[in-house]
C-alpha cells in the first residue's frame, strides 16, 4: 500500500508564496496520477490540482489558475505544489492522493490520501 507524506505548509502574508512536497513510498510503488486537495474549516474537500504519471498533463482548479503549479519528480517519486500570490481564501488544509489509474484529473476518485499540511495566508 502506498503512503504518502506531505511536507512545507505553514503561514505567510497575503501575496506571499509557499511550496508544499508530498513523497510517495515505498518508492517502487509510482503512482500514475497524483494530486492536492484541500479542506478548509467548515467546507468541503475540494480539488487543487492533479498531475500525470510522466508530469506531461496537469490539470487545475479555475481558483489557482495562474497561481499555483503542480510538479513531480518520477525519480524521487515526490510530487509539489508551488503556491503564489497566495490569498486569505487559500487557508486550508492540504492534502496529497494518490491514484493507479491512466484516469488523471480533479474529477476522477482518488483513495490514497496524507495525513495533510496546513497553510495559514493573513491578510
Known amino acids: 500500500q502506498v503512503q504518502l507524506a506531505e511536507s512545507g505548509g505553514g503561514s505567510v502574508q497575503a501575496g506571499g508564496s509557499l511550496r508544499l512536497s508530498c513523497a510517495a513510498s515505498p518508492a517502487a510503488d509510482r503512482p500514475s496520477c497524483m494530486a492536492w486537495f484541500r479542506q478548509s474549516p467548515g467546507k468541503e474537500r475540494e480539488g487543487v490540482a492533479t498531475i500525470s504519471g510522466g508530469g506531461a498533463s496537469a490539470d487545475y482548479a479555475d481558483f489557482v489558475k495562474g497561481r499555483f503549479t503542480i510538479s513531480r519528480d518520477i525519480a524521487k517519486n515526490t510530487v509539489d505544489l508551488q503556491m503564489n500570490n497566495l490569498e486569505p481564501e487559500d487557508t486550508a488544509m492540504y492534502y496529497c492522493?494518490?491514484?493507479?489509474?491512466?484516469?488523471?484529473?480533479?474529477?476522477?476518485?482518488?483513495?490514497?490520501w496524507g495525513q495533510g499540511a496546513q497553510v495559514t495566508v493573513s491578510s
Open positions: 492522493a494518490a491514484r493507479f489509474s491512466l484516469n488523471c484529473g480533479l474529477e476522477w476518485t482518488f483513495r490514497i
